[in-house]
Nanobody, 118 residues
Framework: QVQLVESGGGLVQPGGSLRLSCAASGIIYSINSMGWYRQAPGKQRELVARKTTYNTDYADSVKGRFTISRDNTKNTVSLQMNSLKPEDTAVYYC?????????????WGQGTQVTVSS
């Protein structure tokens, strides 16, 4: 059974930094993409950053501040978040499109809270 487990959320002051990590576990044959989405209260879930085999995409609101990285040997993805703003406050979800021993498709982590506040 595939699981995505996130870590690294928390409370940080404006201008600070946080690093989120996500590890995919299970018998995984291939991962097409891994990335991060976020959902703020009262808003729809939105893409933050995603890394496929050939492309890296960022939301305009985080370009220049956030950096996504993948380790294909460990099935992990990380999000380095710098210069955080109060509007970055949200639950951040790890997402992966992958093929495992028993299933294929889109998988989500449980979410980790990021709060940017003084």
């Amino acid at each position: 059974q595939v699981q995505l487990v996130e870590s690294g959320g928390g409370l940080v002051q404006p201008g600070g930094s946080l690093r989120l990590s996500c590890a995919a576990s299970g018998i995984i044959y291939s991962i097409n993409s891994m990335g991060w989405y976020r959902q703020a209260p009262g808003k729809q879930r939105e893409l933050v950053a995603r890394k496929t085999t050939y492309n890296t995409d960022y939301a305009d609101s985080v370009k220049g501040r956030f950096t996504i990285s993948r380790d294909n040997t460990k099935n992990t993805v990380s999000l380095q978040m710098n210069s955080l703003k109060p509007e970055d406050t949200a639950v951040y979800y790890c997402q992966a499109d992958l093929r495992s021993e028993k299933e294929s498709g889109s998988f989500w982590g449980q979410g980790t809270q990021v709060t940017v506040s003084s």
